[in-house]
């Protein structure tokens, strides 16, 4: 699982799923990478994560704001409900 949203997670995920290649030759495992958000974010917000973080990468309160928001007990109980 990964999210395309910048800072080298792709190629993070593809470098792991070559090492897995190299260390178990011949497709003893098979890796796919999945971008969690795009593909499976069930609907807003959790399917509009990849042009959201590159806003948030930009305004840095906003991320602020939404990491912090995220750990508090309304924002645990809201990821906790849309995503059951």
């Given at each position: 699982?990964?999210?395309?949203?910048?800072?080298?997670?792709?190629?993070?995920?593809?470098?792991?799923?070559?090492?897995?290649?190299?260390?178990?030759?011949?497709?003893?495992?098979?890796?796919?990478?999945?971008?969690?958000?795009?593909?499976?974010?069930?609907f807003?917000?959790y399917?509009?994560?990849?042009?959201?973080?590159?806003?948030?990468?930009?305004?840095?309160?906003?991320?602020?704001?939404?990491?912090?928001?995220?750990?508090?007990?309304?924002g645990?109980?809201?990821?906790?409900?849309?995503?059951?």
């Amino acid at each position: 699982l990964m999210s395309d949203t910048g800072g080298g997670h792709r190629a993070s995920a593809n470098a792991l799923r070559d090492a897995l290649d190299e260390l178990f030759p011949g497709g003893r495992i098979k890796c796919d990478i999945v971008d969690i958000y795009t593909e499976y974010g069930p609907f807003f917000p959790y399917d509009s994560y990849v042009p959201a973080y590159k806003i948030m990468a930009e305004y840095s309160f906003l991320w602020k704001f939404f990491f912090e928001f995220g750990a508090t007990p309304l924002g645990l109980f809201l990821n906790e409900f849309f995503l059951e």
